[in-house]
């Protein structure tokens, strides 16, 4: 099915049974943390599940002024009027985005530009410790929209050293307990974090370790 610039496909059982299908161009959203570069469109039937996955496609040929590396496909919750990123392929040959649904939805094409949020690094960074005060480092990593992999898209450096973290998904924590990663002295703390788009956020400071 090809309406416009959005393409659907699928195989010959994608609906349990026989269904309609449409796609329907709907007024702007309002988007607080990022910019519509096309759409939205409402793909259906948004009533019920599919059997199997169906392909959506965004065809971004008149758009290429528009759509930027930070470009994905979201589609749109109305109930509590939020914006979800979705995994998207985008083909260079012929300018197409595309993504696999299991519904039918809001979908639109949404270029996201806000950084990560990396928040209440303890211990504080640039200050003095005692080996007693610093045994372990712990921060909270926030993204409005596309969202942050806390296990795959965070770095944690000690000493140009990688050191593999640990991830509460629910607190939304990064945490390690150090082992023997510090020096007596001056020690170098480096934290990047990058969204499912791209967009990155890089701290770094120091540690001074006193006996």
Known sequence: TFHDEVILSGSGDTFYD??????KSLESIPLSNGRIIAGPWEI???????KNQMKISFSAEKLKSHATEKTAIYYYNPKNQA???????FSKTDSIYSTSVLSGEIFALVEE?????IQQIRPRLNQTYSQNNAGN???IIKDDMSGIDGENDVTL????????????SYRREISYTFE???????????IIVIDKVGNSSEITGTWYLKN
Not at 44 to 50: E, L, R, S, T, V
Not at 83 to 89: G, K, L, N, S
Request: proline share 10%.
């Open 18 to 23: 026989t269904s309609f299908v449409w796609v």
């Open 44 to 50: 259906g039937p948004n009533y019920i599940p599919f």
């Open 83 to 89: 914006w979800y990123f979705m995994p998207t392929q």
């Open 113 to 117: 530009l806000n950084p990560p949020k």
């Open 137 to 139: 480092i712990q921060f």
């Open 157 to 168: 450096e000690i000493n140009q050293q990688k050191v593999i973290h640990e991830y509460n």
């Open 180 to 190: 023997n990663e510090l020096n007596q002295g001056l020690n170098d703390i480096n």
